[in-house]
């Protein structure tokens, strides 16, 4: 089955920074890769997806990039604010599992005032 | 906007104990999952449920667990016999599809604590 690795686990930047946070995935297959952000004892929310037929997409401060050979795709915040601090999880979806997601294992983002 | 609801926010039980856990997934959403995060682990799916059957399950999903639509609004997610490790966060989500386009929208999720 599909396997998601996460990097890093932990992530500290001065507000104002840029924050990566680096997934990759085994099943060359998945074609579907949702990021959410999840704050302490709350649900994970989406905030962005990309499907696997484009290589990139934003949505104001928020990015995600998408390298189908390397399986690899990555989150990319701008100007970080306090308020991006939480717990990130990318996530993958092989299209013949019952749209079973995969998770990484998370980036808990500090962003520092 | 329209959200996922999830009943109890925390169920406390003994080792052995019956629980149910209750979702009401988005109105109109056809596609139904259930998945569970063990404090400061990452999220972990169980199961996904679409007309009424079961569509696909992880290895997590044993004889001890069982899911149903009761009525045309409630999701739920049984666990027969507790045990401690199934001490966590259980999330239920839906989507409205099943391509490679749909998002999956998730509950706040019952913290289960099994003691």
């Known amino acids: 089955g599909e396997n998601v690795e996460q990097h890093p686990s932990t992530l500290s930047v001065q507000e104002g920074d840029s924050a990566v946070i680096k997934c990759t995935y085994s099943d060359s297959a998945s074609n579907y890769f949702p990021w959410y952000k999840q704050e302490l004892g709350k649900r994970p929310q989406l905030i962005i997806d990309?499907?696997?037929?484009?290589g990139e997409k934003k949505d104001q401060r928020i990015a995600v990039t998408l390298n189908k050979t390397a399986k690899h795709f990555s989150l990319h915040i701008t100007e970080t604010q306090p308020e991006d601090s939480a717990v990130y999880f990318c996530a993958s979806r092989e299209p013949n599992a019952g749209n079973m997601l995969t998770f990484g294992g998370g980036t808990r983002l500090m962003v520092k005032p | 906007e329209p959200e996922v609801t999830q009943t109890p926010s925390h169920q406390v039980t003994q080792m052995g104990q019956e629980v149910i856990l209750r979702c009401v997934p988005i109105s109109n959403h056809l596609y139904f999952y259930w998945y569970r995060q063990i404090l400061g682990q990452k999220v972990e799916f169980l199961v996904s449920f679409y007309n009424n059957e079961i569509s696909e399950k992880s290895e997590i999903f044993d004889d001890q667990f069982s899911v149903e639509r009761p009525d045309g609004s409630n999701f739920t997610l049984k666990i027969r016999s507790t045990k401690l490790e199934d001490s966590a966060m259980y999330f239920c989500a839906s989507s409205l599809t099943s391509g490679m386009y749909n998002e999956q929208f998730f509950g706040p999720g019952t913290r289960l604590t099994v003691l």
């Open positions: 990309i499907r696997s037929n484009v």
